[in-house]
């Protein structure tokens, strides 16, 4: 065993016999650490989620969204709802 994993192994035992609260904060404090770090770290920079999405093209419009919405219950049965 290396000592990186024993290293790992002896924090987690540590940590398993604190208080639960403890461990949740010890978990974010990890994450939010973690996460800088990987933010820190990528090559290309954060996109948001509309520039995510630009290659999916345009939106429906309402219109269009309506007549999708007037075509689907439209089969739905009157007397079941």
Known sequence: ???????????????????????????????GSLFSEWVARRDEPARSLLGMCADLGPAP??????????EMWGVVPRGDL
Do not use: K, W
């Open 1 to 31: 065993m290396d000592t990186v994993s024993s290293n790992v192994d002896a924090a987690v035992a540590l940590a398993m016999r604190s208080p639960a609260a403890d461990r949740v904060r010890l978990i974010e404090r990890l994450a």
């Open 61 to 70: 419009s309402a219109g269009e969204i309506d007549s999708a919405r007037q």
